[in-house]
T-cell receptor, first 116, second 113 residues
């Protein structure tokens, strides 16, 4: 049973460029959340997708957008990259009914983004 | 606003000793808490969770204690091993915030052989 998988694992982009990160949730999970983790900090919530719609959003600008596909996988897009966007981007998944059924949220290994 | 904090940013323990990592939260409505372990260069790994209707939950070598009165959470690791060296995060979730988790800044645990 594969866990949460993310790609790419590492990438370098130039300021002003655009980036797309991908995530496949854990088998049986239908909800995907994205987090940004700056060096030395805890993860910060970006947004969450369920039923192919953005359900909740953290305090991130519109440059950050996402998408969820019918197979529950998800993409995170960041436009007009800034140096400050350099971070580990984490995808997390769980079953929407998880909070009442005892399932928990699982993270992938993340995608390291460096903006130069 | 939400606030999840850790009392000690770093913790060093001797191999074989017990470790206690603390976490405070400010939202009395928080009803679900998770402890994560993050090794260098890796994503957070789930350790143990606890819901607000519980005071204590035990796993393999780990115990989480929840004190709702003082809004405090702790992670106890028994017989700490070198492989336990990592950054530990507590995360909290509140039903009225949906599935958004709030993380503290983490405690770095170093196990001394």
């Amino acid at each position: 049973d594969a866990g949460v998988t993310q790609s790419p694992t590492h990438l370098i982009k130039t300021r002003g460029q655009q980036v797309t990160l991908r995530c496949s949730p854990k088998s049986g999970h239908d909800t995907v959340s994205w987090y940004q983790q700056a060096l030395g900090q805890g993860p910060q919530f970006i947004f969450q997708y369920y039923e192919e719609e953005e359900r909740q959003r953290g305090n991130f600008p519109d440059r950050f957008s996402g998408h969820q596909f019918p197979n529950y996988s998800s993409e995170l897009n960041v436009n007009a990259l800034l140096l400050g966007d350099s971070a580990l981007y984490l995808c997390a998944s769980w079953g929407f009914a998880g909070r009442t059924s005892g399932n928990t949220i699982y993270f992938g290994e993340g995608s390291w983004l460096t903006v130069v | 606003g939400e606030s999840v904090g850790l009392h000690l940013p770093t913790l060093s323990v001797q191999e074989g000793d017990n470790s206690i990592i603390n976490c405070a939260y400010s939202n009395s409505a928080s009803d679900y808490f998770i402890w994560y372990k993050q090794e260098s260069g890796k994503g957070p790994q789930f350790i143990i969770d606890i819901r607000s209707n519980m005071d204590k939950r035990q796993g393999q070598r780990v115990t989480v204690l929840l004190n709702k009165t003082v809004k405090h959470l702790s992670l106890q690791i028994a017989a700490t091993q070198p492989g336990d060296s990592a950054v530990y995060f507590c995360a909290e979730n509140t039903l009225n915030t949906g599935n958004q988790f709030y993380f503290g800044t983490g405690t770095s645990l170093t196990v001394i052989p």
